[in-house]
């Protein structure tokens, strides 16, 4: 089945995903680290007292989204789904008002758990699940709402922040979800697919079965598939966070950096359609080790990258970091329902989705730590370079050892 006939049939129901995704970019670092200098003047810290703060209600979410995240396998998808966006609306007007230490630590957390941890969460949830031949390609479809995100908000807030204020922006992002995001997405969502053994498009019998949450952690190869999973997202948090130090340091625009995440935006959506069709032809697990070519290239790039005008260079980096993180997103969502099924997604989901945010609560913290202590941000970037090749490597062995084990039991 190619792309449009998938779309004709599933328009509606992929759309959720999409707009699900597309909302989680409230609660993204993209997004709130637009705001950094903004709220380190306003509540006078430091960088790394900001960062701290930041990696707590990041590791909160992260702790709570373990248990919250199982409710989807347990409710209504319309209930789950109405549920995460009243969180998030209210996160966002939280951000709004806040006025001290105390609320903005609380809105931070709630931007990260019901944005980053839920919305992600509720989205390649149902959508790996109503899926199984396509499934690839249903995914690479919801991914598309990160990069609609990441090319729209950043240009929206600079201009918000620009002509209503920091707060005055979040109470419009609020109002936007309450009157138009939350009907939409609820509406979308009503055309979720019936379980069927025979419909190609739903869900396949077979497949509703799979390993528990417990049965997975006795999996040793799931751990290094984790790490290098979690790796791409966790370097790029920090790296995020501080690309205002990284445009302060070489005498860049911040507005360029903006203007940057559309083409970055652009790349994802193709990498990512491309990477659901050859999931779908040769499988996720074979996929993923190529995902690491254009970050490490990226790292390189950015390092050399002094010379080379600043649209050039910004453009570039931002074109080579889309490529990474739209291929990873589409491998990453369909690994786990093809590595342990689909009967338990939820609770496995919850889980990677708890590790994903505990790495990436890390990352603002120690790189604020970093840059205090006389880092650059090129250290940072060559950091995350050996880091990458790291987890890399360990995933080739796992993959060697894994299929050598395959070999013998076939042989036995």
Not at 301 to 323: D, I, K, Q, R, W
Request: charged share 10%.
């Amino acid at each position: 089945m190619t792309y449009s006939e998938f779309i004709k049939k599933n328009a509606r129901f992929t759309g959720f995903g999409i707009m699900a995704m597309a909302f989680s970019g409230f609660g993204q670092t993209y997004v709130i680290a637009l705001y950094n200098n903004e709220i380190l003047e306003s509540f006078d810290l430091s960088k790394s007292n900001l960062g701290l703060i930041y990696s707590i209600a990041t590791l909160a979410s992260g702790l709570l989204l373990m248990w919250s995240g199982l409710f989807i396998d347990r409710m209504r998808l319309s209930y789950f789904t109405s549920i995460t966006l009243f969180g998030l609306i209210t996160s966002c007007f939280l951000m709004a008002f806040a006025s001290n230490i105390v609320t903005l630590f609380l809105a931070l957390f709630m931007l990260r758990h019901f944005g980053q941890g839920l919305c992600t969460h509720t989205a390649g949830t149902a959508i790996a699940r109503a899926y199984n031949k396509n499934r690839g390609r249903a995914l690479a479809l919801a991914q598309t709402g990160l990069p609609l995100s990441e090319g729209l908000y950043p240009i929206i807030a600079v201009f918000l922040i620009l002509n209503l204020g920091w707060q005055q922006s979040w109470f419009a992002f609020g109002m936007f979800l309450l009157l138009i995001g939350w009907p939409l997405v609820l509406w979308l969502g009503r055309a979720q697919p019936v379980p069927s053994a025979s419909n190609e498009d739903g869900i396949d019998q077979e497949v509703e079965t799979g390993m528990s949450r417990m049965q997975v952690l006795k999996d040793w190869t799931f751990y290094p598939f984790t790490l290098f999973v979690l790796s791409s997202p966790l370097l790029l948090t920090g790296l995020y966070f501080q690309h205002t130090v990284m445009v302060a340091e070489r005498g860049w625009d911040i507005s360029t950096l903006a203007s940057a995440f559309m083409l970055y935006a652009v790349i994802k959506v193709f990498i990512s359609l491309f990477t659901g069709f050859m999931i779908d032809r040769f499988s996720a697990v074979t996929v993923l080790p190529f995902t690491a070519i254009p970050i490490i290239g990226a790292y390189i790039f950015l390092l050399n990258s002094h010379a080379l005008p600043e649209t050039l260079a910004l453009f570039c980096y931002m074109s080579l970091v889309g490529m990474n993180v739209g291929s990873t997103g589409t491998c990453g969502a369909s690994l786990w329902p093809e590595l342990y099924g689909t009967k338990f997604l939820g609770s496995i989901k919850s889980l990677t989705g708890a590790f994903f945010i505990f790495a990436t609560s890390l990352a603002p913290w120690v790189s604020g730590i970093l840059l205090d202590s006389g880092w650059t941000f090129d250290n940072l970037v060559g950091l995350s370079l050996a880091i990458t090749l790291f987890t890399l490597s360990l995933l080739l062995m796992t993959l060697i050892v894994k299929r050598g084990l395959g070999r013998r039991k076939e042989a036995i």
